[in-house]
Nanobody, 123 residues
Framework: QVQLVESGGGSVQAGGSLRLSCVASDSVYCMAWFRQAPGKEREAVARINIGSGSTYYADSVKGRFTISQDNAKNTVYLQMNSLKPEDTALYYC???????????????????WGQGTQVAVSS
């Protein structure tokens, strides 16, 4: 079982920046960020494959968010710039050990989930 612990959420004004962190208790193949706004479905934001460093992004965050890793610390970061009110959500870290890139944005592709960290962006 892999434990994931997120941190770094908070409240910012539109146009501001936040950096989320997710620490994994063991090695995994990939780590991703999802988010869920009130009354909406959980959606994929970004993913990184730990070995290759390959990254994937949702269209809504391309050019504004960057996912990166620190292998030595089993940690993944999500740098969020130019934040918008519509980015407000509970952000979850997800991970999996299976080496598959198919359907990176599908929730069922990830076996391990963190508890979430809240991001609030005011206009």
């Amino acid at each position: 079982q892999v434990q994931l612990v997120e941190s770094g959420g908070g409240s910012v004004q539109a146009g501001g920046s936040l950096r989320l962190s997710c620490v994994a208790s063991d090695s995994v193949y990939c780590m991703a960020w999802f988010r869920q706004a009130p009354g909406k479905e959980r959606e994929a934001v970004a993913r990184i494959n730990i070995g290759s460093g390959s990254t994937y992004y949702a269209d809504s965050v391309k050019g504004r968010f960057t996912i990166s890793q620190d292998n030595a610390k089993n940690t993944v970061y999500l740098q969020m710039n130019s934040l918008k009110p519509e980015d407000t959500a509970l952000y979850y870290c997800a991970a999996d050990r299976r080496p598959s890139n198919i359907g990176w944005s599908i929730r069922s592709m990830y076996n391990y989930w963190g508890q979430g960290t809240q991001v609030a962006v005011s206009s």
